[in-house]
T-cell receptor
């Protein structure tokens, strides 16, 4: 596609509900990152995929957070039993290769509000 | 781990020049990025430095000193549309970009 696409754009969940956030990276991009951005803060790293392999998940805040990229393209971030502190914008970014010295292309994010 | 520090907020006048600083501490270094983020939008790439010195791109320039753990973004001929958050991101030994908290720039007439 032309850019990184994320859906839904906005998600309201009741505390305790499970949510699934989708990211469609730029076609052919090897690397995919998930970040969490609280209001007025910079993006905080959650997890990193190179193709279908999840190479780093050190930023996932708890075992309620799970991410997958089964075919090396679309990725889903799942949050189980959502809590109010999970409210944030979840950003997905992709880059062409897997070296680290490349610019990231970001999606517009999913704004999650947990009530 | 990494520690990245940048000012929370800056204000400047339309037409002026502003310099946004970023200091960092990192284990290993594989480059420093600057991104621009307008409110409610995705961050977009501005510049990348991996060697010491100044990179110039139109109205925007970015400087890096690896020995000092220091970078700055210089914006010239400021326009109202430059009002945004500016994010400094460091790529360390893990090859994962780590972002600072961002500097909110307000440009007024």
């Amino acid at each position: 596609g032309a850019g990184v696409s994320q859906s839904p754009r906005y998600k309201v969940a009741k505390r305790g509900q499970d949510v699934a956030l989708r990211c469609d990276p730029i076609s052919g991009h090897v690397s995919l990152f998930w970040y969490q951005q609280a209001l007025g803060q910079g993006p905080e790293f959650l997890t990193y995929f190179q193709n279908e392999a999840q190479l780093d998940k050190s930023g996932l805040p708890s075992d309620r957070f799970f991410a997958e990229r089964p075919e090396g393209s679309v990725s889903t971030l799942k949050i189980q039993r959502t809590q109010q502190e999970d409210s944030a914008v979840y950003l997905c970014a992709s880059s062409q290769l897997g070296g680290g010295g490349e610019k990231l292309f970001f999606g517009s994010g999913t704004q999650l509000s947990v009530l | 781990g990494q520690n990245i520090d940048q000012p929370t907020e800056m204000t400047a006048t339309e037409g002026a020049i502003v310099q946004i600083n970023c200091t960092y501490q990192t284990s290993g270094f594989n480059g420093l990025f600057w991104y621009q983020q307008h409110a409610g939008e995705a961050p977009t790439f501005l510049s990348y430095n991996v060697l010491d010195g100044l990179e110039e791109k139109g109205r925007f320039s970015s400087f890096l000193s690896r020995s000092k753990g220091y970078s700055y973004l210089l914006l010239k001929e400021l326009q109202m549309k430059d009002s945004a958050s500016y994010l400094c991101a460091v790529v360390g030994g893990s090859y994962i970009p780590t972002f600072g908290r961002g500097t909110s720039l307000i440009v007024h007439p």
